[in-house]
Structure formats: C-alpha cells, structure tokens
C-alpha cells in the first residue's frame, strides 16, 4: 500500500472534512477559447460534484468538453483559453479565484492528473527517477535519499518489475501500458485527495487497458481517492464509476448515478451512446449503430438544444430555447425538452462490455 508518511495527513484532513458537503463542486463553469474574432465556447455552465472515495465518469464524443473541463479544474487553462466563469470549489475554497502562485502547491500535490498520452507529458531528457525525485522535492521537500526510496516503492506499487532500474531508464525506452504506469506513480506520489484521469487507456490494448483500469481502482479504493474518469468507453464507465456526467457541446446533458441512467437514459444523445456500444446480447448487424452527424464547434452562444441537428425527437421549442437540467429520477438530472420514456431496447449495465 502507499499510505505512508506521506499522504497520511491528507487523508485524515480529508475524513475530517467528509460530513461537511462534497471535496469538489463545480458550478456553472464556463470556458472559451478567444482566436482573432473567434470565441469557442467549450464549456457552458458546466456541473457536478465530486465526494470522497467516490468516482464519476465524465462521457462523450471528442470536442464535448471533458478535458477541457479538467483542465479548468486543475487552473491549466493557458492563452487563449480563459475561464469566464462559474465556481471549482475545493474544500469550499473556489480555485478560479486564486492566483498561480497557490495553484501550484494545489496541481500535484492535493489535485493529481493522469494524462491521455504518457509520452507527449513525460520529459524525453529526463530519466524516471528524474520524474519522480522533482516532484517530490517540489511538493514535499523530500530530501534525495529519501526520494529514491519513495520513488522505488512507487514504481514497484504500480507494477513496474525492477523498479530499481527503472528509476534510470529513459520514457522513449519503455512500452504504452509502463509509461502510463510511471504517469499514475508521479500522480500518486504526493498522495493526492482527488486523481483526474483524462481518458488514461486510449492508445492501450484492451489487455493493458483492464490492468491499468484494475490498478487505477485498487489505488484509489487504498487511499480512499476520489476521481474523475475521463472516457469515451460506456463499458469503462459501468464498470468503475458510481455515478456519469454526460457532455455535449460543452454543456451536461445528464447526470445521475450510473445504473439509474444506463436503464433509463431520459436525453436522446445518451441513448445514442449507449446504442452505439457493441454487446453481445444483440444479433449481429450489418453495421455498428452510429449518431448521425458529428459535434458542433461552438462558435457562437446557443439559441436552442445544442443536440437538435442530429436529434431525432426534435421539436420546434428545441431549435429556440436551451433546456435546463432538471430532475429524470432518484439523483437523475437530464436536460431536454423531450426526454426519452423508459425503453425496453436501452442496455442495462450488465449488458455493457467492461
């Protein structure tokens, strides 16, 4: 186990906290991106909440706005990009009010990332050791010989074999699934109240994909961790999270507890992923169920349901008004002026591949 001296006072602080409302409440977060006299709005009023020891998955086709809301979280929004508003509460403590200088003692030390490519975020002149000893110098002013130490039980706790050696290899000399377990021992180095993982198993094969997935858990169930799991992949998301928040065009379209929405999805683009995910309970088609069209780019402020070109329930309010979240069940919210009915045909979660 990693609980050590290290991360032993975060995790009292978060226990001692835990009755007092959620460790991270977004509200209304919004993010654009300014090029010339171009404004992308990437995130719209974008919320959610996030408790202790609990993990959300955030869903949705590329340009939906999960990774920029990441970043937004952890204050990485550089030129161009702006936050314009909203609210990131860390222990009641809004981030997007405080200045870099406190954000840095936040990003790595309180709030961890695991990036989608290991190899583009891991610096090619410097060897693993490097990686590690920095980050714990930086955050912890561990000394060198202790830093080795920890760093070694690191990469032997995320199933790195010789983690010895390791320490002097170079990222460019080590596979997809090892560089990726070096990313999850930097973000737990510091012993992390919550881990964000940005779609952590994209260029994985599906075998290195379930460990890093099993390891990720077990990680996070040791420490009592609370994360955020970013994915394209419905089946990662049954198996690993307690609760979904589905994007679209920067906006939550639904968010819920995942049983509850994988049985009864009440907006339409919700549906349409969860039909898109091949099962094996279906008889085999001629072609894989796709969503017709493609995600906007948001370049102008929405008039109407971002979702109503490619809808199939779409009606003339959709087109003129934007929907609100409001309640679709137990802890369920959807936004849609024309929400989905209970459907025989939806997959239940245990239909969903993991």
């Not at 990009?81 to 840095?104: A, N």
């Not at 202790?146 to 320490?167: C, F, K, N, T, W």
């Not at 419905?234 to 928040?245: E, K, P, Q, S, Y």
């Amino acid at each position: 186990m990693l609980d050590s001296k290290v991360s032993k006072p975060t995790r009292e602080a978060v226990r001692a906290n835990a009755g007092e409302g959620p460790l991270l409440a977004v509200s209304d977060l919004r993010t654009q991106f300014r090029v010339r006299k171009t404004t992308v709005y990437a995130v719209e009023g974008a919320s959610f909440s996030l408790s202790v020891g609990e993990t959300i998955g955030i869903v949705g086709e590329s340009g939906s706005g999960k990774s920029v809301t990441a970043l937004s979280i952890m204050g990485m929004i550089r030129t161009p990009g702006k936050i314009v508003g909203g609210q990131v509460r860390f222990h009641g403590e809004d981030l997007v009010r405080k200045p870099e200088s406190e954000l840095r003692k936040i990003r790595g030390r309180a709030i961890a990332l695991v990036p989608q490519n290991p190899l583009t975020s891991l610096n090619p002149v410097l060897t693993v050791g490097d990686h590690l000893r920095e980050i714990l110098w930086v955050h912890l002013g561990m000394p060198r010989s202790a830093a080795v130490e920890r760093s070694i039980e690191l990469l032997r706790r995320v199933g790195l074999p010789d983690p010895q050696r390791r320490m002097d290899e170079y990222p460019h000399r080590m596979s997809g699934g090892q560089r990726q377990r070096v990313m999850i021992a930097l973000a737990m180095a510091c012993g992390p109240e919550i881990l964000i993982a940005d779609e952590p198993t994209t260029a994985l094969d599906v075998t290195i994909q379930a460990q890093i997935l099993e390891l990720m858990g077990e990680l996070a169930r040791e420490q009592n961790l609370a994360t955020i799991l970013i994915t394209h992949n419905l089946g990662i998301v049954a198996g690993h999270c307690a609760r979904v928040v589905v994007m679209y065009a920067g906006r939550v379209v639904e968010t819920g507890p995942v049983d509850e929405i994988f049985a009864h999805p009440r907006h339409p683009y919700t549906v349409g992923l969860l039909r898109c995910v091949p099962r094996l309970t279906r008889h085999r088609l001629s072609h894989f169920e796709t969503i017709p069209g493609s995600p906007p780019v948001v370049t102008e402020p929405a008039t109407g349901c971002p979702f109503a070109p490619r809808c199939p329930r779409v009606t003339d309010q959709c087109r003129v008004a934007v929907p609100e979240l409001a309640d679709a069940g137990p802890e369920h919210l959807s936004a849609c002026w024309n929400p989905v009915e209970i459907n025989a045909s939806t997959p239940l979660p245990s239909e969903v591949p993991g």
